[in-house]
């Protein structure tokens, strides 16, 4: 049983640019987080996306904007990059219909701007 | 400022000694989650507490929800190096669909 996959690993992108980031949900998981968390920090709630939409949303710009497709994948995208967006990406999936949401997230999408 | 303050925020010890961490907040939570997380991974679910002062103990670490549903904390007896890591907290709190962090202690268990 594939746990959550995330690609790529590692990314190298110049200010400016735009990064699309994907995911791959825990097989039965249709929940799907992202969450990015900066060097020796916690990871910062981006947003969640249910049923192909966007249900909960953290205090991050609309640079910022995401997907979910019908299989439950999901992608991460972030435009006019800023070195300040260097961090380690991460996607977490859930478990439907739980009464308290457990995630369990992919190894991150290491993203460097330069 | 954080939801969900952690300390202390890095914590050095030897193999054998006990430790506790904690994990404060001025929120009522519904559920209150731990987490691990080593370098270049993902954090891994250690435990979740739901209900006001609950314990649960997984082999020798013991995790504490305060009765307010506010706190949490975590013990260590009888450290080890496979201990080390990066320990997270994380709530949910009522009507809300995402889990938010603290900034995790970083704990180092010495041989």
């Known amino acids: 049983d594939a746990g959550v996959t995330q690609s790529p690993t590692h990314l190298i992108k110049t200010r400016g640019q735009q990064v699309t980031l994907r995911c791959s949900p825990k097989s039965g998981h249709d929940t799907v987080s992202w969450y990015q968390q900066a060097l020796g920090q916690g990871p910062q709630f981006i947003f969640q996306y249910y049923e192909e939409e966007e249900r909960q949303r953290g205090n991050f710009p609309d640079r910022f904007s995401g997907h979910q497709f019908p299989n439950y994948s999901s992608e991460l995208n972030v435009n006019a990059l800023l070195l300040g967006d260097s961090a380690l990406y991460l996607c977490a999936s859930s478990f439907p219909g739980a009464r308290f949401e457990e995630l369990f997230f992919g190894s991150g999408t290491q993203l460097s701007v330069l | 400022t954080q939801l969900l303050e952690q300390s202390p925020q890095f914590l050095s010890i030897q193999e054998g000694e006990n430790l506790t961490v904690y994990c404060n907040s001025s929120?009522?939570?519904?559920?209150l989650q731990w987490y691990r997380q080593e370098p270049g991974e993902g954090p891994v679910l250690l435990v979740t507490?739901?209900?006001?002062?609950e314990v649960k103990k997984l082999k020798r670490l013991t995790f504490q929800f305060g009765d307010a549903r506010k706190d949490s904390s975590l013990h260590i007896t009888a450290a080890q190096p496979g201990d080390t890591g990066l320990y997270l907290c994380a709530g949910a709190e009522y009507n809300n669909n995402d889990m938010r962090f603290g900034a995790g202690t970083r704990l180092t268990v010495k041989p």
């Open positions: 507490v739901v209900t006001g002062g």
């Open positions: 929120s009522v939570f519904s559920s």
